[in-house]
């Protein structure tokens, strides 16, 4: 029987619109490390999203359905607040060579702030997707370009209906 208290959880929040290549990399990596992964839709109307917050939580839901160690959930209020909730003790964030560091750093101080317990932790993206960002995908796929190895198939396709749609 396992004990409750021996499971390792973390969070790994983000917009995910769309989810990438380069976050599939750090959900992988991450589950080496812990045992449960909490993957968070955060709201974020400013960024403008190309999907709702419940289409990115079935996007993510179709890819990981098949996952026991994954779950995923919207939420619009402060992360740290979730892992209290939910008895989370880290929050992951992916870092790119792309000027990352600094703002994940700021989040980082003011999430260990709000809440001291819950430490944060860093992957370092795969060097394949340290260019890739979401909003590089969404303007190469409105000007047509193939983005087939930037995003798992199951977002592709998404993609595509709602491009037949518009």
């Known amino acids: ?17 769309p989810f990438t290549n380069g976050h599939l990399d750090i959900v992988e990596r991450s589950l080496k490390v812990f045992d449960e ?15 709702s917050d419940k289409e990115r939580t079935d996007i993510l ?5 098949n996952n026991n160690s994954i779950f995923v959930h919207n939420w619009s209020g ?17 870092l790119r060579p ?7 750093f700021q989040m980082a101080s003011m999430n260990n702030t709000l809440s001291p317990k819950i430490e944060s932790v860093f992957f370092m993206t795969g060097e394949e997707h340290f260019f890739v960002s979401s909003s590089l ?3 190469v796929f409105g000007h047509g370009g193939n983005i087939s190895n930037f995003v798992p198939p199951i977002v592709l396709k998404y993609l595509n209906q709602s491009k037949e749609g518009s």
Request: aromatic share 10%; net charge negative; no cysteine.
């Open 1 to 17: 029987m396992s004990d409750e208290r021996n499971i390792k959880k973390a969070l790994y929040a983000g917009s995910f619109d």
């Open 37 to 51: 992964l909490y993957l968070i839709v955060a709201s974020s109307p400013s960024k403008n999203p190309m999907f």
């Open 61 to 65: 839901e179709e890819i990981f359905g």
């Open 78 to 94: 402060l992360t740290v607040e979730f892992a209290e909730k939910n008895g989370i003790d880290h929050m992951v964030r992916g």
């Open 98 to 104: 792309t000027g990352d560091f600094e703002g994940e």
């Open 137 to 139: 995908v969404k303007e």
